[in-house]
Every structure is written in structure tokens, then in C-alpha cells.
């Protein structure tokens, strides 16, 4: 019971920190679908609406198929 509340909140507190990263993005939906995916694995989403990708190392080096970051 304990560690699915942990997981829970975990889970709102990542899910509103991409919110607040896409919040000024200019496709919204693309967006948070790939702060989704990289916060589900990595965790951790970096502060601000862009840059910061030095606190979340995971985050950052994640690339797409042409090579470039994956995450915004």
C-alpha cells in the first residue's frame, strides 16, 4: 500500500513537472508525449521550460533515430 502511494505521487509530481517543460512548447502534445516517455524511464524531468538537461543526465542522453535529443 505504502509503495503505491510512493509510486503515485511520483508519478503526478513527474507528470506535472512535463506540463510545466512543454507549457511554451509550440506542439504541446508532441511535446509531453516525449517528456512522458523519457521521464517513465528516466525518473526525472529537468527544471524550466527548456534547457537544464545537465540535472537529468538519463533524460539528456536519450536520442532519437536521426541522432538528436529525444526529449525536450
Known amino acids: 500500500m505504502r509503495s503505491t502511494i510512493l509510486v503515485l505521487t511520483l508519478a503526478l509530481v513527474l507528470a506535472l513537472s512535463c506540463a510545466y517543460r512543454c507549457s511554451k512548447a509550440g506542439r504541446q502534445d508532441r511535446c509531453l508525449k ?5 521521464c517513465e524511464k528516466c525518473h526525472c524531468v529537468p527544471s524550466g521550460t527548456y534547457g537544464n538537461k545537465d540535472e ?3 533524460y ?4 532519437n ?3 538528436g535529443s529525444k526529449c525536450p
Open 60 to 63: 539528456r542522453d536519450i536520442k
Open 65 to 67: 533515430s536521426k541522432g
Open 56 to 58: 537529468c543526465p538519463c
Open 34 to 38: 516525449y517528456c512522458g516517455i523519457c
